[in-house]
């Protein structure tokens, strides 16, 4: 047992505050990493706001990267000195989705995020974030929920792929199937939306329309791979028929989580397209279609749950793209924090402004 300084939030609403947390030693199975950079992400907010449910209090952070400092008994294929990021969705390899080639599905990936991470001052016992409490100077994790990654990869940009890349890169190439020459949408340019733009210059689309009301982040964008920008607006359906030979785009993908703009996506899509929906939203938002459209426009409208990845075998890809020079992590990254900013950034994230928030220890 040992103590290390962690964001934690003690029920929804509340400020996020660094507070000392007893953590035990990594048990059987467990490993126990020292972090180097963890990105702030949207879902982070969420369940801090109370809008994703998750048991309280809970060291927050999920997409993070660090070093093994220990590994519990039976651990084989971990060990120290090993960098790896976080997975916070690890599939069992053994639950009917995982065996049907769903492990992004898996059944029992939840399991960890119920139990006791560590004791706070006053004796309350705190959760990790989605199983993993990535903002933290250490966390102790399942050993299936680390991915080894060289040691040659800075820990600070291979943070980025324990969920904003994987999730907005697999959208693009694992859900939706982007070929080359199609056309693609991208709403919502956070980090996993900025991550889907790359994904679709990656797969070859030549047309991708960059969409989000913060005007600012059209350099970016553009810079990442996208063809043309445009901000929302009552007319976004017309404006990018227009820039789609009139039909609408292939696929568009909702990197936002509201009805509203899962509703646009739908609505930019052409006849037989498809619109592939990564945002996660509240559960009283609730998203209208007619009886009439469904068939009459024939589009498909998928859910998309962590990229619909498999972090064993797509992690490599991506880090394959990366040093190819394909994939640019560096640039998702907005600014650099410490865990005592972690409110600040989702101050930021409440606005707009920027990327990606990166805690870096």
């Avoid at 996020?16 to 030693?25: C, F, G, I, S, Y």
């Avoid at 991708?208 to 005007?215: K, L, M, R, S």
């Avoid at 739908?266 to 006849?271: G, L």
């Avoid at 950034?345 to 990166?358: E, P």
């Amino acid at each position: 047992m040992s103590t290390t300084l962690a964001a934690v939030v003690r029920a929804p609403g509340e400020p996020v505050r660094v507070e000392e947390v007893a953590l035990p030693d990594a048990g059987p199975g467990q490993v126990r990493v020292r972090m180097a950079a963890a990105g702030v992400c949207h879902s982070d907010l969420s369940l801090a706001s109370g809008r994703l449910a998750h048991p309280m209090p809970a060291a927050l952070g999920h997409e993070g990267a660090g070093r093994v400092v220990a590994v519990g008994e039976g651990v084989t294929d971990l060990a120290v000195g090993d960098t790896v990021l976080l997975n916070w969705n690890p599939p069992c390899r053994d639950c009917w989705h995982c065996r049907n080639g769903e492990p992004y599905l898996c059944a029992n990936a939840a399991d960890a995020s119920r139990r006791v991470w560590g004791t706070l001052a006053d004796g309350t016992g705190a959760h990790p974030c989605l199983g993993v409490a990535a903002f933290a100077q250490e966390t102790v994790v399942p050993a299936n929920a680390c991915v080894t990654v060289p040691a040659d990869i800075p820990p600070t940009e291979a943070a980025l792929l324990g969920c904003a890349v994987l999730t907005g890169v697999g959208a693009v190439r694992n859900a939706a199937g982007v070929r080359p020459g199609q056309s693609v949408a991208v709403i919502g340019l956070g980090g996993v939306g900025l991550a889907a733009v790359q994904g679709a210059r990656i797969a070859g689309a030549s047309t991708i329309i960059a969409i989000d009301p913060v005007e600012e982040k059209e350099g970016l964008a553009r810079s990442l791979g996208a063809t043309h920008f445009l901000t929302p607006g009552d007319d976004l359906a017309r404006r990018v028929r227009k820039l789609a030979d009139g039909r609408g785009v292939d696929h568009a993908v909702e990197c936002v989580g509201r009805a509203a703009t899962i509703r646009a996506a739908w609505s930019c899509t052409r006849r037989g397209g498809a619109a592939t929906v990564v945002g996660f939203g509240a559960a009283d938002d609730e998203l209208t279609l007619n009886a009439l459209e469904i068939p009459h426009f024939a589009r498909t409208l998928r859910g998309c749950l962590y990229g619909s990845s498999d972090p064993a075998t797509d992690v490599p890809e991506l880090l394959r793209l990366y040093r190819d020079g394909q994939l640019n992590l560096s640039s998702l990254v907005s600014r650099t924090i410490g865990l005592d900013d972690v409110e600040d950034a989702f101050a930021d994230m409440r606005s707009g402004r920027g990327a990606r928030s990166l805690v870096v220890f």
